[in-house]
Each structure stands twice: as structure tokens, then as C-alpha cells.
């Protein structure tokens, strides 16, 4: 049975849980996709964890400045406009996501959950304070460059993204903010995601058990053949639009 887009105009409280997927079509790559993804060209070890960092801080700030430089050139496309404008419709809308880009905010998304933080929040990777003046991105072609990172102003330690890195904690009340919308949720829309990393895999599940309609905005959606689950075969910035306008006009 396809998906009823009137749920979307009777749902109370909808979440959306977004992951790389949502920001491909603003040219910003995912990490698992055949060919473009970054974990087919970078290794997570050694890029995305802090023994990666602790063994090349160049190496890896270089990286991290790289995908902040194509972030900053990006633009929202109509799938982050599509969420952003569905909050005004629906009584109650979570935005969960596990982008450590800001596109949600620029698209107009309001408190958004950042599972997996954000690459403009940094902090001292030694004494852990958080920066608040940005360094200014390096110019040019940062592809492959290694970057000294800047030194924090209290302990002189290396700054780090504010990321999650394999083998982290997620931010605490973050997480627990996202469990509890996606308990509470009628409705929960799962865009461009694998669903392959845990505990943020587990929050479409956690809707499900909870009783609400889980729906997959994905070109190569996986669905569990659940009842209340399904699924709509597409890239974001199509199937997101056509949704709204099939669900309130
Ligand atoms: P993945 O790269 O694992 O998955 C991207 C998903 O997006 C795939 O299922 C694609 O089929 C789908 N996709 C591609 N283009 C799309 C489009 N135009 N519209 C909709 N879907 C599209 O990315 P995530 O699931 O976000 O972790 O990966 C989860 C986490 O793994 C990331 O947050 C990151 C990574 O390691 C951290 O940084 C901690």
C-alpha cells in the first residue's frame, strides 16, 4: 500500500530525521554512496576518530576545513526548504539530524537536534572549551592539505571540530531529546539516511515501536515490510516538495 500524504496534514507531532542524504543534491557528498561517497575515497580511522587525530592534527583539521570550505559554498536545496516549511503546518515538528552541517538553519529550521554536533562548533580537543570566534576558513584548494589546527586560548591545545568521532558518546540531552520525540511522535519521515550507525539508526525503530507511521525518502530506501512502514523511492529535494503539495493543497 502506498504512503497516504493526508497523514502528513492530519499528523500532531511530526520528526523528521535527516541524514547525509537530505544535503547531496547542495553537492555535499554522503559517506556511503557508491563512488561519491567520502568513506569509498578517506578512511574514518584515520580521519573521524580522536586516535586519528592524536597521530596527524594536520592531517585531519585539513580535512574538516576542506568539507567546512564546501558546506560554506552550499546552498539549502528544496528538500531542507521543504522541512523547514512543513514545521509551520503540522502542530508540533523534531528535526533530527545527523548533518554536521548547518543547511537545516539556513533553510529556516528552527532548534534543530544535531546528533552527531556540528563542524563549525569548535572546541579545545585538550581542556574542551568551546571556541567562539571561528577561525577564518583557509582559502583555495583545500583538497588534500594539511592545516596546523589553531591553538586554544586558554591551554594552548590543538582546537578540534565539535563532531562526533567514531567511538564517542553522543551529546547526552540531545540524544535524549530525539528518543522521546521519536517515541511521542504519530508520524516520523526518515530522509537520506543508511540507517547503518548506531544509536542514531535506532530512532525511525524506536518511533515505529511506539506506534507512529514511519515513511523513507531515499533512492535506495530499506524498509522492514512492518505495517506502519514505507517507503518512497526518490532523491529529497523531489519527493519532499511533492509531498506537500499532495498533503495540504
Ligand atoms: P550515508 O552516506 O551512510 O547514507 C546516505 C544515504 O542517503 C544513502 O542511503 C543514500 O541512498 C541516500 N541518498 C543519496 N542521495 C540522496 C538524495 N538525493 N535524497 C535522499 N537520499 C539520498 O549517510 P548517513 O546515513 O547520514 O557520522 O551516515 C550516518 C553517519 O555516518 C554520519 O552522520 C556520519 C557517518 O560516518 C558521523 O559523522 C559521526
Known amino acids: 500500500m502506498p504512503f497516504d500524504p493526508l497523514l502528513l496534514a492530519h499528523a500532531r507531532h511530526v520528526v523528521v530525521f535527516t541524514g547525509a542524504g537530505v544535503s547531496a543534491e547542495s553537492g555535499i557528498a554522503t559517506f556511503r554512496d557508491k563512488l561519491t561517497g567520502l568513506w569509498e575515497r578517506f578512511d574514518p580511522a584515520q580521519l573521524a576518530s580522536a586516535e586519528g587525530f592524536a597521530a596527524d592534527q594536520a592531517l585531519v583539521w585539513g580535512w574538516y576545513e576542506m568539507r567546512r570550505a564546501g558546506i560554506a559554498q552550499a546552498n539549502p536545496n528544496p528538500a531542507h526548504h521543504a522541512i523547514a516549511s512543513l514545521a509551520a503546518r503540522v502542530p ?29 562548533a569548535f572546541r579545545c580537543y585538550r581542556c574542551a572549551r568551546p571556541v567562539e570566534a571561528l577561525p577564518p576558513l583557509a582559502d583555495g584548494a583545500l583538497e588534500g592539505r594539511r592545516i596546523e589546527p589553531p591553538r586554544c586560548a586558554h591551554c ?33 519521515l526518515s530522509v537520506g539516511t543508511s540507517g547503518l550507525v548506531q544509536p542514531a539508526a535506532s530512532i525511525p525503530r524506536l518511533a515505529l515501536a511506539a506506534g507512529a507511521t514511519v515513511l523513507h525518502i531515499n533512492p535506495q530506501p530499506q524498509v522492514s515490510g512492518h505495517r506502519r512502514e514505507f517507503a518512497i523511492a526518490g532523491k529529497a529535494g523531489e519527493v519532499l516538495p511533492g509531498l506537500m503539495t499532495r498533503g495540504f493543497e
Open 92 to 120: 508540533k515538528l523534531t528535526l533530527v539530524t545527523q548533518n554536521v552541517d548547518d543547511l537545516h538553519e539556513r533553510a529556516g529550521s528552527q532548534d534543530v537536534l544535531h546528533l552527531h554536533g556540528r563542524l563549525d
Open 156 to 188: 594552548a591545545g590543538p582546537l578540534r571540530p565539535g563532531v562526533v568521532w567514531f567511538g564517542e558518546q553522543l551529546p547526552e540531552p540531545v540524544l535524549s531529546q530525539a528518543c522521546e520525540a521519536a517515541e511521542h511522535c504519530d508520524l516520523l
